[in-house]
Structure formats: C-alpha cells, structure tokens
C-alpha cells in the first residue's frame, strides 16, 4: 500500500470519528442563512441572538445584542 493510500485512509477514519455517535454536531452553513418560506431557516439575527444569550450573562446579552454592525462571522469567530 503507497503511502499516499495510507494517509486517505487515516483521514478518513479520522473524519468518519467525528460522526460516530453521541457527539451532536450542527452544521452552519452561510449561503442562504437567511432565507425565509420555503426553508424556514431563522435569519441570522435570531441566530446571533440564540448564541448571545447562550454565551453572555444576561445584563451584557441584552447590550451585545443592540451592536447593529456586529457581523455574524465575527460572533461565530468570538464564540
């Protein structure tokens, strides 16, 4: 076996790892984050807000979630 075929398949056992149960994963995926009917995907803000209540006390959620310029790669790359 080359050593090229060694490394696919490390990857790959390494990868299929992360799918193997219990672990819960969510998979956030920018294009079309939001989108209304027929998708039904909460638009960015409510998400941004779910994870600032999630990750602040409440006092500073409430602060935090009024910044109208905060860009939603910026809170994910905070959080």
């Given at each position: 076996?080359?050593?090229?075929?060694?490394?696919?398949?490390?990857?790959?056992?390494?990868?299929?790892?992360?799918?193997?149960?219990?672990?819960?994963?969510?998979?956030?995926?920018?294009?079309?984050?939001?989108?209304?009917?027929?998708?039904?995907?909460?638009?960015?803000?409510?998400?941004?807000?779910?994870?600032?209540?999630?990750?602040?006390?409440?006092?500073?959620?409430?602060v935090?979630?009024?910044?109208?310029?905060?860009?939603?790669?910026?809170?994910?790359?905070?959080?």
């Amino acid at each position: 076996m080359s050593n090229d075929m060694r490394e696919d398949i490390s990857l790959n056992s390494e990868v299929l790892k992360l799918f193997s149960p219990p672990k819960n994963l969510t998979f956030l995926i920018g294009a079309g984050c939001s989108l209304d009917s027929p998708t039904n995907i909460p638009c960015t803000r409510k998400i941004m807000d779910t994870i600032i209540e999630y990750i602040c006390v409440p006092s500073e959620a409430e602060v935090n979630k009024k910044i109208e310029d905060f860009r939603f790669e910026a809170l994910i790359e905070i959080f």
